[in-house]
Protein backbone atom coordinates (compact mmCIF):
# COMPACT_ATOMS: atom_id res chain seq x y z
CA UNK A 1 0.00 0.00 0.00
CA UNK A 2 1.41 3.50 -1.02
CA UNK A 3 1.34 5.60 2.15
CA UNK A 4 1.31 9.24 0.20
CA UNK A 5 0.75 8.92 -3.29
CA UNK A 6 0.58 11.86 -6.02
CA UNK A 7 -0.75 11.95 -9.13
CA UNK A 8 0.52 12.91 -12.06
CA UNK A 9 4.19 11.81 -11.45
CA UNK A 10 4.74 13.73 -15.03
CA UNK A 11 3.05 16.76 -16.06
CA UNK A 12 4.19 18.81 -19.27
CA UNK A 13 2.37 21.95 -19.96
CA UNK A 14 2.67 24.77 -21.60
CA UNK A 15 3.13 28.61 -20.15
CA UNK A 16 -0.15 30.58 -19.24
CA UNK A 17 -1.98 27.39 -18.55
CA UNK A 18 -3.44 25.95 -15.28
CA UNK A 19 -2.77 22.45 -13.66
CA UNK A 20 -3.27 20.70 -10.38
CA UNK A 21 -1.49 18.02 -8.79
CA UNK A 22 -3.44 15.74 -5.93
CA UNK A 23 -2.38 14.23 -2.87
CA UNK A 24 -3.70 11.73 -0.75
CA UNK A 25 -2.47 9.85 2.56
CA UNK A 26 -3.71 6.53 4.11
CA UNK A 27 -1.50 7.17 7.32
CA UNK A 28 -4.28 8.56 9.32
CA UNK A 29 -2.23 11.60 9.37
CA UNK A 30 -3.48 15.36 10.69
CA UNK A 31 -0.59 17.29 8.97
CA UNK A 32 -0.14 17.87 5.11
CA UNK A 33 2.41 19.42 3.14
CA UNK A 34 3.64 20.84 -0.39
CA UNK A 35 6.92 20.96 -0.76
CA UNK A 36 8.72 22.23 -3.92
CA UNK A 37 12.39 20.85 -5.21
CA UNK A 38 14.37 22.98 -7.77
CA UNK A 39 16.97 21.56 -10.34
CA UNK A 40 19.68 21.87 -7.45
CA UNK A 41 18.01 19.86 -5.20
CA UNK A 42 17.02 22.17 -2.66
CA UNK A 43 13.82 20.87 -0.97
CA UNK A 44 11.65 24.22 0.23
CA UNK A 45 8.09 24.02 1.75
CA UNK A 46 5.41 26.05 0.38
CA UNK A 47 2.51 25.09 2.48
CA UNK A 48 0.90 22.95 5.20
CA UNK A 49 -2.39 22.21 6.49
CA UNK A 50 -3.03 20.79 10.14
CA UNK A 51 -6.55 19.04 9.54
CA UNK A 52 -8.05 20.86 6.93
CA UNK A 53 -6.21 23.95 8.30
CA UNK A 54 -3.52 26.08 6.22
CA UNK A 55 -0.95 26.72 8.79
CA UNK A 56 2.38 27.41 7.30
CA UNK A 57 2.61 29.52 3.89
CA UNK A 58 5.79 30.36 2.73
CA UNK A 59 6.43 33.63 0.43
CA UNK A 60 4.56 31.29 -2.43
CA UNK A 61 3.04 33.45 -5.69
CA UNK A 62 -0.98 33.47 -5.22
CA UNK A 63 -1.07 31.53 -8.44
CA UNK A 64 -0.30 28.58 -5.88
CA UNK A 65 -3.51 27.75 -4.12
CA UNK A 66 -3.68 24.69 -2.17
CA UNK A 67 -6.76 23.32 -1.15
CA UNK A 68 -7.60 20.08 1.63
CA UNK A 69 -10.87 18.81 1.15
CA UNK A 70 -10.18 16.64 3.76
CA UNK A 71 -7.19 15.66 6.52
CA UNK A 72 -6.19 12.48 3.89
CA UNK A 73 -6.24 14.68 0.64
CA UNK A 74 -3.94 18.07 -0.07
CA UNK A 75 -4.01 19.30 -3.60
CA UNK A 76 -2.13 21.94 -5.30
CA UNK A 77 -3.63 23.86 -8.27
CA UNK A 78 -1.44 26.66 -10.30
CA UNK A 79 -2.61 29.36 -12.13
CA UNK A 80 -0.90 31.21 -14.88
CA UNK A 81 2.08 28.93 -15.08
CA UNK A 82 5.42 30.25 -15.54
CA UNK A 83 9.06 28.56 -17.04
CA UNK A 84 10.04 29.48 -13.35
CA UNK A 85 7.43 27.23 -12.36
CA UNK A 86 9.14 23.83 -13.28
CA UNK A 87 10.96 21.75 -10.54
CA UNK A 88 9.71 18.64 -8.41
CA UNK A 89 7.03 19.23 -6.38
CA UNK A 90 6.46 16.71 -2.89
CA UNK A 91 3.71 16.20 -1.07
CA UNK A 92 4.34 14.39 2.54
CA UNK A 93 2.23 13.74 5.43
CA UNK A 94 3.20 13.81 9.36
CA UNK A 95 1.48 12.86 12.26
CA UNK A 96 0.47 16.13 13.85
CA UNK A 97 1.70 19.51 14.83
CA UNK A 98 2.30 18.71 18.70
CA UNK A 99 2.06 16.63 21.18
CA UNK A 100 3.42 13.64 19.12
CA UNK A 101 5.88 10.98 18.87
CA UNK A 102 7.65 11.72 15.88
CA UNK A 103 7.55 14.93 13.46
CA UNK A 104 8.89 12.45 11.14
CA UNK A 105 7.53 13.54 7.48
CA UNK A 106 6.43 11.00 4.89
CA UNK A 107 6.91 12.14 1.37
CA UNK A 108 5.11 11.27 -1.90
CA UNK A 109 6.73 10.24 -4.68
CA UNK A 110 6.85 13.77 -6.27
CA UNK A 111 5.42 15.00 -9.22
CA UNK A 112 7.88 16.60 -11.95
CA UNK A 113 6.04 19.26 -13.65
CA UNK A 114 8.12 20.41 -16.60
CA UNK A 115 6.48 24.10 -17.83
CA UNK A 116 7.77 24.99 -22.35
CA UNK B 1 19.42 34.42 9.20
CA UNK B 2 18.40 30.88 10.28
CA UNK B 3 20.58 28.03 7.82
CA UNK B 4 21.10 24.98 7.86
CA UNK B 5 24.05 23.68 5.70
CA UNK B 6 26.30 20.94 4.61
CA UNK B 7 29.96 21.14 4.28
CA UNK B 8 30.38 18.64 1.23
CA UNK B 9 28.12 18.74 -1.42
CA UNK B 10 29.29 15.30 -3.17
CA UNK B 11 30.87 12.40 -1.06
CA UNK B 12 32.43 9.54 -3.11
CA UNK B 13 33.15 6.77 -0.60
CA UNK B 14 34.67 3.05 -1.11
CA UNK B 15 32.11 0.30 -0.67
CA UNK B 16 32.67 -1.27 2.94
CA UNK B 17 33.94 2.02 4.29
CA UNK B 18 32.32 3.81 6.57
CA UNK B 19 30.83 7.73 4.93
CA UNK B 20 30.38 10.37 7.26
CA UNK B 21 28.28 13.42 6.03
CA UNK B 22 28.30 16.53 8.08
CA UNK B 23 25.44 19.47 8.80
CA UNK B 24 25.81 22.93 9.94
CA UNK B 25 22.82 24.71 11.59
CA UNK B 26 22.38 27.90 13.06
CA UNK B 27 18.99 27.97 15.12
CA UNK B 28 19.67 27.21 18.71
CA UNK B 29 16.07 26.95 19.01
CA UNK B 30 16.22 23.86 17.11
CA UNK B 31 14.70 21.29 18.85
CA UNK B 32 14.58 18.29 16.77
CA UNK B 33 17.02 17.61 13.42
CA UNK B 34 16.12 14.39 11.03
CA UNK B 35 18.18 12.85 7.93
CA UNK B 36 16.88 11.95 4.86
CA UNK B 37 18.10 9.87 2.33
CA UNK B 38 16.84 10.66 -1.51
CA UNK B 39 17.45 8.24 -4.40
CA UNK B 40 17.11 9.24 -7.84
CA UNK B 41 13.41 9.68 -8.95
CA UNK B 42 12.23 9.12 -5.51
CA UNK B 43 10.88 11.04 -2.76
CA UNK B 44 12.96 11.50 0.77
CA UNK B 45 12.80 8.73 3.00
CA UNK B 46 13.70 8.81 6.91
CA UNK B 47 16.38 7.50 7.69
CA UNK B 48 16.94 8.50 11.23
CA UNK B 49 16.10 11.63 13.81
CA UNK B 50 16.69 12.75 16.65
CA UNK B 51 15.54 15.40 19.30
CA UNK B 52 18.21 17.57 21.15
CA UNK B 53 18.18 16.51 24.43
CA UNK B 54 20.46 13.52 22.90
CA UNK B 55 23.38 13.38 21.73
CA UNK B 56 23.87 10.21 19.88
CA UNK B 57 21.20 7.89 18.27
CA UNK B 58 21.89 4.73 16.55
CA UNK B 59 19.90 2.78 13.68
CA UNK B 60 20.59 -0.12 11.67
CA UNK B 61 24.34 0.94 10.26
CA UNK B 62 23.39 4.47 10.71
CA UNK B 63 24.29 7.14 13.70
CA UNK B 64 23.47 10.27 13.80
CA UNK B 65 25.30 13.03 16.20
CA UNK B 66 24.53 15.79 17.61
CA UNK B 67 26.68 18.82 19.19
CA UNK B 68 24.49 21.72 19.95
CA UNK B 69 27.38 23.39 21.34
CA UNK B 70 29.32 24.15 17.60
CA UNK B 71 25.73 23.83 16.53
CA UNK B 72 26.29 20.32 14.23
CA UNK B 73 24.81 17.42 13.16
CA UNK B 74 26.73 14.55 11.24
CA UNK B 75 25.58 11.36 9.94
CA UNK B 76 27.61 8.07 9.69
CA UNK B 77 27.12 5.27 7.43
CA UNK B 78 28.82 2.06 8.28
CA UNK B 79 29.81 -0.35 5.52
CA UNK B 80 28.50 1.86 3.30
CA UNK B 81 26.74 -0.14 0.36
CA UNK B 82 26.06 0.61 -3.23
CA UNK B 83 22.41 0.68 -2.60
CA UNK B 84 23.71 3.68 -0.27
CA UNK B 85 24.40 5.27 -2.75
CA UNK B 86 21.70 8.74 -2.95
CA UNK B 87 21.34 12.57 -1.76
CA UNK B 88 21.02 13.00 1.70
CA UNK B 89 19.28 15.76 3.40
CA UNK B 90 19.51 17.39 6.76
CA UNK B 91 16.96 19.33 7.88
CA UNK B 92 15.58 21.06 11.92
CA UNK B 93 12.52 21.79 13.17
CA UNK B 94 12.03 24.88 15.82
CA UNK B 95 10.90 24.33 19.10
CA UNK B 96 7.39 25.89 18.04
CA UNK B 97 5.68 24.42 15.21
CA UNK B 98 5.95 21.43 13.15
CA UNK B 99 7.97 23.24 10.04
CA UNK B 100 11.16 21.33 8.86
CA UNK B 101 13.82 23.44 7.27
CA UNK B 102 16.11 21.01 4.96
CA UNK B 103 19.43 21.71 4.42
CA UNK B 104 21.18 21.66 0.64
CA UNK B 105 21.82 17.78 0.49
CA UNK B 106 25.10 16.05 -0.15
CA UNK B 107 25.42 13.23 -2.71
CA UNK B 108 27.08 10.38 -2.01
CA UNK B 109 28.70 7.74 -4.29
CA UNK B 110 29.57 4.88 -3.71
CA UNK B 111 32.54 3.07 -5.24
CA UNK B 112 32.80 -0.79 -5.83
Known amino acids: DTAVSQTPKYLVTQMGNDKSIKCEQN?????MYWYKQDSKKFLKIMFSYNNKELIINETVPNRFSPKSPDKAHLNLHINSLELGDSAVYFC???????????????FGPGTRLTVT | GESVGLHLPTLSVQEGDNSIINCAYS??????FIWYKQESGKGPQFIIDIRSNMDKRQGQRVTVLLNKTVKHLSLQIAATQPGDSAVYFC???????????FGGGTRVLVKP
Open chain 2, 27 to 32: NSASDY
Open chain 1, 92 to 106: ASSQGVTGVISYEQY
Open chain 2, 91 to 101: AEKRAAGNKLT
Open chain 1, 27 to 31: LGHDT
